[in-house]
T-cell receptor, first 112, second 112 residues
Framework: AQSVSQHNHHVILSEAASLELGCNYSYGGTVNLFWYVQYPGQHLQLLLKYFSGDPLVKGIKGFEAEFIKSKFSFNLRKPSVQWSDTAEYFCAVNARTYKYIFGTGTRLKVLA | KAGVTQTPRYLIKTRGQQVTLSCSPISGHRSVSWYQQTPGQGLQFLFEYFSETQRNKGNFPGRFSGRQFSNSRSEMNVSTLELGDSALYLC???????????FGPGTRLTVL
């Protein structure tokens, strides 16, 4: 069965620190990959997505993610986090079955 | 375009009751998916409807059911509520099978 793993459940960083959140999936075929963000009190928003092409994708608010097919990974990065990045981040995979599989989420807290 | 809307936003029920949640997708989107979000579990996929047909189903008991109308609006019903059904229920819509999914604000269900 398909699954998505986010190994970091809680991350605490100081402002200006660099961020990398891990995401690994299990599925042997072609996948579409997503990162969603849920700010406190707000609904899930799309941060970035990968369908095909350049494996390094850029999203909103300075976030980027790299798809490494050989490692089944789609890690999220940001070179310098801000207090406003405090949120919960979800990795998701959409394979050819059409349904999305989500990871359990990573709660990021950025200290001012 | 207006985003995905869900009603009601908050709901309090007691064990044994049933509940119906409603979702209106983005105009033009024919796919509607439902998720249950709980702390530590992330988003658990319930089911997806596309053009009034259930296309995918998650691993939830038969107490959870849904339907989609010809205008793509969808409803989710939970019968014989249990305490463990307390969660945020999210609806998401997308245009086609492999398109990006957009989420509504959710319905917060509390079962007492």
């Amino acid at each position: 069965a398909q699954s998505v793993s986010q190994h970091n459940h809680h991350v605490i960083l100081s402002e200006a620190a660099s961020l990398e959140l891990g995401c690994n999936y299990s599925y042997g075929g072609t996948v579409n990959l997503f990162w969603y963000v849920q700010y406190p009190g707000q609904h899930l928003q799309l941060l970035l997505k990968y369908f095909s092409g350049d494996p390094l994708v850029k999203g909103i608010k300075g976030f980027e993610a790299e798809f490494i097919k050989s490692k089944f990974s789609f890690n999220l990065r940001k070179p310098s986090v801000q207090w406003s990045d405090t949120a919960e981040y979800f990795c998701a995979v959409n394979a050819r079955t059409y349904k999305y599989i989500f990871g359990t989420g990573t709660r990021l807290k950025v200290l001012a | 375009k207006a985003g995905v809307t869900q009603t009601p936003r908050y709901l309090i029920k007691t064990r044994g009751q049933q509940v119906t949640l409603s979702c209106s997708p983005i105009s033009g989107h024919r796919s509607v998916s439902w998720y249950q979000q709980t702390p530590g579990q992330g988003l658990q996929f319930l089911f997806e409807y596309f053009s009034e047909t259930q296309r995918n189903k998650g691993n939830f008991p038969g107490r959870f059911s849904g339907r989609q109308f010809s205008n793509s609006r969808s409803e989710m019903n939970v019968s014989t509520l249990e305490l463990g059904d307390s969660a945020l229920y999210l609806c998401a819509s997308k245009e086609g099978a492999e398109d990006t999914q957009y989420f509504g604000p959710g319905t917060r269900l509390t079962v007492l």
